[in-house]
């Protein structure tokens, strides 16, 4: 949590307090700019942010939520520490992304295994309404090869992209960090109808600004979730942008305001959907 609020609050001081005042309180003091930049963060499924409460000079959280990310870092260090190995084959995991949520718990399942063992997804149902369907089954089409749970399908017109699986489908479904993943804008073109439109659904169209500001403004070896360094508001006219990685290449923290017009901002999206589709023919 405390890297949180010192990440919040590494580009400037509080928004709230006057500029010549900001320098001397604590980095983000006022509880409306970190709700602002990090209401939606989430660890352990909740939103610790929100629940922070500043008294005096310092940052209040409740007994219970402090239980439970602890809980939460011990059980996630004891993890990271021990050796994962496919259930499969055996193959030694490089990381913790064999990881795999199954119907009777978290399996470690290599992506060799986890191709071998599922249907492929050969777009069966391609342009097929969602409402009219309930099946499951086939691989994901996500970058690491794991169990579909869920039919990726087009909030805006109800027709089927292909399946997923649970954590690609909870991003697609929050719009933030799914354009983040390779292939997720092909992804979101399976839609006959968004295909045709050469567009993207709305929740999705802040997170491809955002995603294009990380490519022409960021530092390249940020590593910082999309939506926890990159702010885009929507105000007359334009959108107002922050770009603030936590690296660049003179070794300071980077901080970028750039301020696009919507003419500018509809140019972004059609070279968006261009660029995926010219990849995908």
Request: glycine letters at 8%; aromatic letters at 4%; hydrophobic letters at 35%.
């Amino acid at each position: 949590m405390q890297r949180v609020i010192d990440r919040a609050g590494a580009s400037y001081g509080c928004r709230c307090q006057p500029p010549q005042a900001a320098a001397q309180q604590p980095r983000h003091t006022h509880p409306d700019c970190l709700l602002r930049r990090h209401q939606d963060y989430t660890i352990a499924c909740t939103l610790p942010v929100r629940a922070l409460v500043w008294a005096d000079a310092a940052w209040m959280i409740p007994r219970t939520l402090a239980c439970i990310l602890d809980q939460r870092d011990e059980r996630e260090s004891g993890l990271q520490a021990a050796e994962q190995h496919c259930d499969g084959c055996g193959a030694l995991s490089p990381d913790g992304s064999w990881r795999t949520p199954t119907a009777t718990g978290w399996r470690i399942i290599c992506p060799a295994c986890a191709v071998s063992s599922l249907r492929r997804y050969r777009r069966e149902l391609h342009g097929a309404a969602y409402v009219h369907v309930r099946e499951h089954g086939p691989s994901a089409g996500c970058e690491t090869a794991r169990p579909a749970t869920d039919w990726g399908h087009c909030h805006a017109h109800g027709l089927i992209r292909g399946p997923l699986c649970g954590s690609c489908n909870t991003m697609e479904g929050q719009g933030k960090e799914f354009l983040a993943r390779p292939g997720s804008v092909q992804h979101l073109l399976q839609c006959d109808d968004c295909r045709t439109e050469r567009s993207l659904p709305p929740h999705h169209r802040l997170a491809a600004l955002r995603r294009h500001l990380h490519l022409v403004w960021g530092a390249q070896d940020c590593d910082w979730l999309l939506h926890m360094h990159l702010t885009v508001e929507e105000s007359d006219g334009g959108y107002d942008c922050t770009v603030h990685c936590s690296v660049s290449e003179y070794g300071i923290r980077a901080v970028r305001s750039v301020r696009l017009s919507h003419e500018e901002a509809t140019h972004v999206l059609s070279r968006t959907v261009e660029e995926a589709l010219a990849q995908d023919a």
